[in-house]
């Protein structure tokens, strides 16, 4: 099999893994739309590689908070991971701090641009930002797929753009979760993260917009340049 037909079949059987996942989750994924029908819940966030990801040395996963306002098929899977399709991890979007720096961290890494996988810890956003109380609970009850994305993904390089504020829930995801401390980095900036469904290189980071806006862009990605690579 050359490298070509192999990155091929790779992809494909990634995509009929993800959608057979999100076909079995999807009672639950309804359920948290119909739990507030008069609320603005956008998603699902469902994940379809494109064919630079399997291509990549260093495949990097990207792992967000949430959307900001996203399509909403929830009935049908394949539509909606058409709209991963179609958005292509940032590609024809405006250069946001978010995919800003997530083009840096592939160059650093020797990727090809627009090569990473992306996926958020919350399924869905609330009226285009972050759910919280109630909203926020219900959301988490499908948290639990990004452990099965992961593994599906297999990636070589995690990086989770989640700061602090959702430790917990990562600690919810992955039970036995180690936060260690980088040299040179307080543990709330940047950490690596260890678990057994997790690859070894997994971080756990500010997200872009906090680093660029806190002067913190450039140590990050010197950690990047000087570390990973």
């Known amino acids: 099999?050359?490298?070509?037909?192999?990155?091929?079949?790779?992809?494909?059987?990634?995509?009929?893994?993800?959608?057979?996942?999100?076909?079995?989750?999807?009672?639950?994924?309804?359920?948290?739309?119909?739990?507030?029908?008069?609320?603005?819940?956008?998603?699902?966030?469902?994940?379809?590689?494109?064919?630079?990801?399997?291509?990549?040395?260093?495949?990097?996963?990207?792992?967000?908070?949430?959307?900001?306002?996203?399509?909403?098929?929830?009935?049908?899977?394949?539509?909606?991971?058409?709209?991963?399709?179609?958005?292509?991890?940032?590609?024809?979007?405006?250069?946001?701090?978010?995919?800003?720096?997530?083009?840096?961290?592939?160059?650093?890494?020797?990727?090809?641009?627009?090569?990473c996988a992306w996926t958020n810890v919350s399924k869905f956003d609330h009226n285009k930002k972050r759910a919280e109380g109630i909203y926020e609970k219900t959301i988490a009850s499908v948290d639990g797929l990004l452990r099965d994305e992961i593994r599906i993904l297999e990636p070589t390089f995690c990086l989770f753009y989640t700061g602090p504020a959702f430790d917990m829930r990562l600690m919810g995801i992955f039970k036995g979760l180690a936060y260690h401390e980088v040299p040179g980095y307080d543990l709330r900036a940047l950490a690596r993260l260890e678990h057994p469904l997790l690859p070894e290189r997994t971080y756990r980071s500010y997200h872009p917009n906090y680093l660029r806006q806190q002067g913190l862009e450039e140590g990050f990605l010197d950690f990047i340049r000087t570390h990973l690579n």
């Open 1 to 115: 099999m050359n490298v070509t037909v192999k990155h091929h079949y790779q992809l494909n059987e990634m995509k009929a893994q993800l959608l057979e996942l999100y076909k079995q989750h999807l009672p639950a994924l309804k359920a948290v739309v119909a739990a507030h029908p008069s609320d603005t819940l956008l998603g699902p966030h469902l994940m379809s590689p494109n064919d630079l990801y399997p291509q990549q040395m260093n495949r990097l996963l990207i792992v967000g908070q949430e959307t900001g306002g996203w399509d909403s098929f929830v009935d049908d899977p394949v539509r909606q991971m058409e709209v991963y399709e179609e958005f292509n991890v940032g590609k024809g979007y405006f250069s946001s701090p978010f995919w800003n720096v997530t083009r840096k961290v592939e160059k650093l890494l020797g990727n090809k641009p627009h090569s």
